[in-house]
């Protein structure tokens, strides 16, 4: 499978933004999808996954409230809906999908099979 990001940009804090994730070469509606990011300095983190179906989602806890994530498997596409967008926001977006979702395993960034290129988000006034 491979994943390409785009919707990236510098917005001022308190904005929105949504970021896509194109899939193909896959059968995309039999991988679970999500987003991950990485600031300058620190590791990668878990940021949301959404199921096969959609009808499930899981977000960090630093973003839940304010971040939607979606897919529309029709259009092998996964998104991020961002609002209220914070300085601390700011960060190389990734996506990501696998066969399976393991909460333990998303959520410390292991043992996932397919990664995109990423697309940079920055929350700066």
């Known amino acids: 499978v491979q994943l390409q990001a785009s919707g990236g940009g510098l917005v001022q804090p308190g904005a929105s933004l949504t970021l896509s994730c194109a899939a193909s070469g896959g059968i995309f509606s039999a991988y679970v999808a999500g987003w991950f990011r990485q600031a300058p300095g620190k590791e990668r983190e878990f940021v949301a996954a959404?199921?096969?179906?959609?009808?499930?989602?899981y977000y960090a806890d630093s973003v839940k409230g304010r971040f939607t994530i979606s897919r529309n498997n029709d259009k092998n596409t996964v998104y991020l809906q961002m609002n209220n967008l914070k300085p601390e926001d700011t960060a190389k977006y990734y996506c990501a999908a696998d066969p399976v979702y393991s909460d333990y395993d998303w959520r410390r960034v292991y043992g996932i099979d397919y990664w995109g290129k990423g697309t940079q988000v920055t929350v700066s006034s």
């Open positions: 959404v199921i096969w179906s959609g009808t499930l989602t």
